[in-house]
């Protein structure tokens, strides 16, 4: 059973920065492909971005060049850098992890995620 806890959220202004973790203990988290994932009020969970076992990424387009995922096999913790926030970027952001044979491919679909952190809020005023 892997847990999960994201730290970092904040009320920042637009155009700011804030850098999300996600720390993880309870299974071996070079196994896991990680991925971040948002919800705002009365919108479902979207797919922000994720980083495969060997580090490749991939973003959603509404992030792309403004966030970067990252992780630090050795502290068992996944980064998101979150520069040039937009007020539409405010959500709970929530870090998910998958169990997987497959060290290259990023997962996109909440769906196939195991397991899932308490999420952090971000608030992002003008």
């Known amino acids: 059973q892997v847990q999960l806890v994201e730290s970092g959220g904040g009320l920042v202004q637009a155009g700011g920065s804030l850098r999300l973790s996600c720390a993880a203990s309870?299974?071996?988290?070079?196994?896991?492909?990680m991925g971040w994932f948002r919800q705002a009020p009365g919108k479902e969970r979207e797919f922000v971005t994720a980083?495969?076992?060997?580090?490749?990424?991939y973003y959603a387009d509404s992030v792309k060049g403004r966030f970067t995922i990252s992780r630090d096999n050795a502290k068992n913790t996944v980064y998101l850098q979150m520069n040039s926030l937009k007020i539409e970027d405010t959500a709970v952001y929530y870090c998910?992890?998958?169990?997987?044979?497959?060290?290259?491919?990023?997962?996109?679909?909440?769906?196939?995620?195991?397991?899932w952190g308490q999420g952090t809020q971000v608030t992002v005023s003008s």
């Open positions: 998910a992890a998958h169990l997987t044979a497959l060290t290259v491919k990023v997962f996109t679909d909440k769906g196939e995620y195991d397991y």
């Open positions: 309870g299974g071996t988290f070079i196994f896991y492909a």
């Open positions: 980083i495969s076992r060997d580090g490749i990424t």
